[in-house]
Every structure is written in C-alpha cells, then in structure tokens.
C-alpha cells in the first residue's frame, strides 16, 4: 500500500524540513504541489526536483490566495489527497522582543496558514472519502521547546488544539489529521543562526544529544500519510529526541 499517485501539498515548502518531506513523498509516487511565499525559490528548487511538481507561489495567511492556490493545484495536479503545513519556525523571542507585527505575522504564517489550506482541501477529501492532513508544530505546542518563543508557543498551541477538533470533524470522512511535535531540527531558521557555544547549550538539554535530521521528520510524514496509518487521528507525535517523555 502506497502513496503512487496522489497529490499532496506541502507548504512552507521553501523551507529545508519542508524540501525533505517534498522530496520523499515524491520517491513515493506522490505528485507534489510546492506552497510558499518565496516565489523565487519555489523556482529555482523545482528545477531539481524529479517527478511530477509544480511550484504554487502562495501568501497563505492571506484566505484569498489560498483559494486561488488551491484551484492552481487541482487544475495542475487534480484533487489534492494529502496535505502537510510546514512552516518554518522562526527564531525564539520573548514577549517583550515580540512586537505586535511579528505576533500578527507568526500566527498568521503558522495557524492562519493551516486552517485556510486544511478548509480549502478538506471538501473534496469528504466526496473521496479519503485523505491525510499533518500539521508539523513546534514542540513549543506542548510547553517543552529547548528554546520557546512566546508567539510560536501560542500559534502552534492552537495548531495542536486545530488538529484536534478537524481530526473529530473528519474522521467519519474517511480523513485523518494529526499533528508531529517537532524539537530543534538541523537546517531549521531556529537552529542555523546558532554560534558553537549557542549549540553547545542547547544540544546539552535534548538527551540524545543531537538535533533532529530532516529525513527523520520526513519518515514521520511517510507513516503518517500512508494508507497503513488509516487507524491513527487526532495524535501528536513527539519527534524531540528525549526533550519530552509522555
């Protein structure tokens, strides 16, 4: 049981995380609609891309430009069976570094983003009575992040509590959403600013002692989206090497 065939989603996709999990669903079989704001990027990566892609540039806090994406991708690509919001975290603040802009602009990006993509695809997932939705959320969602920010920990709270209540709206549709709480990931915005000693202290709080590989999250993705995974909703997987035990 494969994904060969279907059509997936993923924004953020400008992202290193978001790049990996593009590349393994289309190892998959999967076609794959790249989503992000960065329209030049989008560009130059699809060119290095092998299988069937096409490049959506998209401002997805913006409802609007959801929709207009989505009928790009069902135009491009036909009805879409899989969608993964993939947001880039963005680095740590405080509540007093946090302004009211970049509030606005993270909550929109990360919990924004996904409601508008999880209601644009969700319809027509119900008339197939089939589909998969995961929702990448930073392990701020759970109040345990090596380094939380305060606007992340609030939009990727909500995110968790939205995986919920869809995975409850949907499961009857033959739908399943559920979320991975990701720790510190290597090549994230988080992570790559970092000095040796900056990596040092937080490298010493993950018990594993190391970051996350993309490919990790990616193979978290690829359960999650396949068709043996049919049984499992409403979950968050914890993908934080040792931070958080529950």
Known sequence: MTIKGKTAVVTGAAGNA???????????GAQVALVDADAMRLDSMIRFLRGTTAAIPCESSEPGAVREAHQKVETVLGPVDILVNCSDAPPPARSDATDPSDWRRILG?????????????????????????VNVVSL????????????????????????????????ANGITVNAIALGAIEGSSAVEPLNDAQRRQMLAQIPVGRFCRPEELAHAVRFLVSPLAGFITGEVLDLNGGVLMD
Not at 114 to 123: C, E
Not at 143 to 168: I, Q
């Open 18 to 28: 978001a790049l990996t999990i593009v590349r393994t669903l289309i190892e998959d």
């Open 109 to 133: 990006s990360h919990l924004d983003a996904a409601f508008y993509w999880s209601r644009a695809v969700i319809p027509s997932m119900r008339k197939r009575n089939d589909g998969r939705i």
């Open 140 to 171: 701020a969602a759970k109040g345990a992040a090596v380094e939380p920010g305060v606007a992340l920990a609030a939009a990727h709270g909500a995110l968790a509590s939205l995986t919920f209540a869809l995975a409850r709206e949907t499961a």
